[in-house]
């Protein structure tokens, strides 16, 4: 487990080096596709490929009132890293820290997952789980991921899974 989180980290911080805003990542030099709401990027050294995608809805509450606050990028991903023998890892963040030991809510039209979470990001705790997820997110039409902050704020992200699975499939093959 801390092997995954270690990989999802130094992956995440590559995508996040040259990005500033939830789009940011489709300008990108390594983004080699788009798909509807999903985009494709590729590495090359170590070989590396992602799908992601950012919400097309966020709600962020407290005490059970909208509140106004200020996130980081919000990215729900999907990677693929052939030396490490990774296929389909999921990822979230949510822009902001997590409330320690807390977990974050996937709902795909009906199906619920539990991901764990350390600092900013949040993971399926099995290859496993992994693989359910994303057959999940083939199948679906939605995403609705629900976390709290380390600050007490409720949070509701919403995904399109229009392109997912090309995009994830395009992902997948560029890392073989």
Do not use: H
């Not at 789009?23 to 390594?30: D, G």
């Amino acid at each position: 487990m801390v092997l995954r989180i270690a990989q999802t980290m130094a992956c995440a911080a590559m995508i996040f080096a040259g990005t500033t805003g939830a789009y940011a990542q489709q300008t990108s030099t390594n983004q080699v596709a788009t798909k509807t709401a999903w985009a494709v990027f590729e590495d090359a050294n170590p070989k590396e490929c992602w799908a992601v995608s950012s919400p097309k809805e966020t709600v962020n509450s407290k005490d059970g009132r909208v509140v106004a606050v200020r996130r980081g990028d919000i990215l729900l991903m999907a990677f693929f890293r052939p030396a490490a023998n990774v296929s389909g890892q999921v990822a979230f963040t949510g822009g902001y820290p997590f409330a320690p030991g807390s977990t974050v809510n996937l709902t795909i039209d009906g199906s619920s997952f539990e991901l764990f979470t350390e600092g900013e990001w949040a993971w399926a705790a099995s290859a496993a789980d992994d693989a359910k997820i994303v057959t999940a997110l083939k199948r679906g039409s939605g995403a609705v991921l629900t976390a709290r902050s380390a600050r007490g704020t409720q949070t509701k992200d919403t995904f399109s899974l229009s392109g997912f699975t090309a995009a994830v499939e395009d992902a997948e093959t560029r890392c073989k």
